[in-house]
């Protein structure tokens, strides 16, 4: 009575590790076993890498215009007054950040006012972006408040002027140094308006982490920038951050509600929502482009393969001969191929975490190799490569790489287990 092994039996796995260690003398395909490994390597790390730096730029991107900027704006349609002329703004400002607070899942409200003026300091001028806040508020705004990177202290914000890190560096001013502001839409007098200068104490420089705040943004004390603006008593806008700014859709229709029957919303999807599109349509491309690179590293498999199965061919007609089965043929030119895919994806994920979290000291080493400026702030918005390592990236690479691998394996490993015996020991 026959018995039948079992698939992968031991001696399967003896036959296949023979020939992959095999010198070129005895019949073996080293060389392009390697070629292969090395193919493989390089794809999943290249794969690996980009996911990383991709996921790390996104989650950077996204963080700082959410620890800087207002999950959602509340703001006027306007109102025309008695004289015909349009009022934008919210007069009850106070009374409606207390309503927008109470919204479930608001963690917080802030009036503001904001304007453009020129900014002038130590001879260099540049436009800013100025905002009226108060000084509780500002220290709940992550990336520019209490914790954030910075330097002087908001305890004498209502004594001074915040700054980002950007002004004050194009300046060449920092705490304690003065700054003026000019309006051109200042004190209105009989012969007309005439433009509004205002100089004032840097109190404070933060570091929010994006270029564009950094270099434009500054914060005025709330009653200074309604003075300063002709806003007396009104509040431009409401800035309102949630408690899941990424399900923001779920919040809008609350705070509308909630800001009355004239108040308008401008979310953080709606100001960044074409760039993240745009991100998502990269990533993509970017994937599927990768995953031809890991295709291409494959078929080196099947042609060190296809190279085996024909050195070997006398082998093959020899072990049919003893009794070895179509089957076990299979897996054994299976097992050739598929553990060259394994230990090369096992190499490439080595590599690519390792290239994620060490990527600041390699991208230093890059930019001192280049000479400098291979990263400009000024066009990504952010001052570093970040790269982050995602569980579900890695997985991604792994199960592509190993289908990808096993898939092509089949195809050589089927011609050698079909391979006739006779034809095979015709010419031996």
Not at 7 to 14: D, K, R
Not at 68 to 86: I, K, M, P
Request: with cysteine.
């Amino acid at each position: 009575m026959s018995t039948r092994t079992p698939p992968f039996a031991p001696y399967e796995w003896m036959i296949a590790w023979r020939y992959l260690r095999a010198r070129r003398s005895e019949g073996g395909v080293s060389v392009m076993t390697w070629i292969s490994l090395i193919g493989i390597t390089l794809a999943v790390f290249a794969l690996i890498a980009t996911l990383a730096v991709r996921a790390g730029f996104r989650a950077e991107f996204v963080d700082t215009i959410l620890g800087a900027n207002a999950h959602v704006t509340v703001y006027s349609a306007g109102q025309v007054d008695a004289e015909g002329r349009l009022q934008r703004g919210f007069a009850d400002y106070d009374a409606l950040a207390e309503k927008l607070r109470a919204v479930p899942g608001v963690t917080r409200a802030a009036p503001l006012v904001k304007g453009q003026v020129m900014a002038t300091a130590g001879g260099v001028n540049m436009g800013v972006e100025v905002f009226g806040i108060r000084a509780a508020d500002i220290r709940t705004i992550p990336r520019v408040g209490d914790g954030a990177t910075h330097e002087g202290d908001l305890a004498r914000f209502d004594a001074g002027i915040a700054i980002g890190s950007g002004i004050a560096r194009e300046m060449g001013i920092g705490v304690g140094d003065r700054i003026r502001l000019i309006s051109p839409d200042g004190v209105k007098t009989a012969f007309g308006t005439s433009p509004r200068v205002n100089a004032y104490e840097v109190v404070y420089v933060f570091t929010a982490g994006r270029y564009d705040i950094d270099r434009t943004r500054v914060y005025l004390p709330l009653s200074e920038a309604q003075a300063y603006f002709n806003r007396e008593g009104r509040a431009d806008e409401i800035e309102v951050m949630v408690a899941e700014p990424e399900a923001i859709d779920r919040y809008e229709l609350p705070i509308l509600q909630a800001g009355g029957p004239d108040a308008m919303l401008w979310t953080w999807q709606d100001s960044a929502g074409s760039f993240l599109r745009a991100l998502t349509i990269e990533d993509n491309i970017m994937f599927v482009i990768l995953s031809i690179l890991v295709l291409i590293a494959s078929m080196n498999i099947v042609s060190g393969l296809i190279m085996l199965v024909k050195n070997k061919g006398r082998d093959i007609g020899i072990l049919r001969t003893m009794g070895l089965t179509e089957g076990s043929v299979l897996r054994v030119f299976f097992i050739c191929g598929a553990s060259t895919g394994i230990l090369g994806t096992l190499c490439g994920v080595i590599l690519g975490c390792l290239f994620a979290i060490y990527i600041d000291p390699i991208f230093s080493f890059v930019n001192y190799v280049a000479g400098g400026g291979v990263w400009d702030p000024s066009v990504r918005g952010i001052y570093e490569l970040p790269a982050k390592l995602q569980i579900g990236d890695v997985l991604s690479a792994v199960s592509l790489s190993l289908g990808l691998s096993f898939i092509v394996t089949i195809f050589p490993a089927r011609r050698a287990a079909r391979m006739n015996p006779a034809e095979a020991l015709r010419y031996e």
